[in-house]
């Protein structure tokens, strides 16, 4: 059985940007239903003993909503931090090469979530092909996992995760959102895609968040 990832923080640090009703709601329930439906759809199916990756790369339908909201939501959460934290050199140098400075990453990066259309998520991604950095939107439950891209930073732009605390402003959400971005787990994460690829999506999956190792 796959387990709730635990919280990596108190959900009462982090003020003004999200309450800790929103914990309870998004990750105590949104959160943990994905995490209960996933369990129950691999029942009896060939996935039954599948680590997430696999079952993310290799079902579709009502199971890879689930799955893929399983990660999108472990990695989102891992990506906001109460505490201020600095980008490493590296990671540094890719956003400047990339997009000319923080300032115009952020610039483009809010923009994308802002007018992404409906429910869905802004991602960070490392092309493994080019390793050049891309800002990518997807849908629902979509995850640039399948299109052999690696995750750095995504944000949840469903309104479930600012509704409570900002209501319908997905703007104010994500200046606060910016202002929490965990840099240290963003550089991490950069400096693993470099160096092992799509690998380092496995490793996330199976050796960093350890509740998702947990198989029956
Ligand atoms: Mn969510």
Same mark, same amino acid.
């Given at each position: 059985?796959?387990?709730?990832?635990?919280?990596?923080?108190?959900?009462?640090?982090?003020?003004?940007?999200?309450?800790?009703?929103?914990?309870?709601?998004?990750y105590?329930?949104?959160?943990?239903?994905?995490?209960?439906?996933?369990?129950?759809?691999?029942?009896?199916?060939?996935?039954?003993?599948?680590?997430?990756?696999?079952?993310?790369?290799?079902?579709n339908?009502?199971?890879?909503?689930?799955?893929?909201?399983?990660?999108?939501?472990?990695?989102?959460w891992?990506?906001?931090?109460?505490?201020?934290?600095?980008?490493?050199?590296?990671?540094?140098?890719?956003?400047?090469?990339?997009?000319?400075?923080?300032? &115009?990453?952020? !610039? *483009? +990066?809010?923009?994308?979530?802002?007018?992404? @259309?409906? =429910?869905?998520?802004?991602?960070?991604?490392?092309?493994?092909?080019?390793?050049?950095?891309?800002?990518?939107?997807?849908?629902?439950a979509?995850?640039?996992?399948?299109?052999?891209?690696?995750?750095l930073?995504?944000?949840?732009?469903?309104?479930?995760?600012?509704?409570?605390?900002?209501?319908?402003?997905?703007? &104010?959400?994500? !200046? *606060? +959102?910016?202002?929490?971005?965990?840099?240290? @787990?963003? =550089?991490e994460?950069?400096?693993?895609?470099?160096?092992?690829?799509?690998?380092?999506?496995?490793?996330?999956?199976?050796?960093?968040?350890?509740?998702?190792?947990?198989?029956?």
């Amino acid at each position: 059985m796959f387990e709730l990832r635990k919280l990596p923080y108190d959900k009462n640090s982090m003020g003004d940007f999200l309450s800790p009703t929103t914990f309870e709601y998004h990750y105590g329930k949104h959160h943990q239903t994905y995490v209960n439906n996933l369990n129950n759809l691999i029942k009896g199916t060939e996935f039954e003993n599948a680590d997430l990756y696999e079952i993310i790369t290799k079902s579709n339908g009502g199971l890879f909503n689930n799955a893929a909201q399983v990660y999108n939501h472990d990695f989102y959460w891992d990506c906001i931090t109460p505490k201020a934290t600095n980008r490493s050199a590296d990671l540094d140098s890719a956003i400047n090469a990339e997009f000319g400075s923080l300032d &115009a990453f952020k !610039e *483009k +990066f809010l923009s994308l979530a802002t007018t992404l @259309f409906g =429910s869905g998520w802004c991602w960070l991604v490392l092309d493994p092909a080019n390793k050049k950095l891309e800002i990518i939107q997807t849908s629902n439950a979509a995850t640039p996992i399948t299109q052999n891209k690696v995750p750095l930073l995504v944000v949840d732009v469903w309104e479930h995760a600012y509704y409570v605390d900002h209501k319908n402003a997905r703007p &104010a959400y994500l !200046e *606060k +959102f910016f202002n929490h971005i965990n840099w240290e @787990f963003v =550089s991490e994460a950069y400096s693993y895609a470099i160096k092992e690829g799509i690998n380092s999506i496995k490793h996330y999956i199976n050796v960093y968040v350890p509740e998702m190792n947990k198989r029956a």
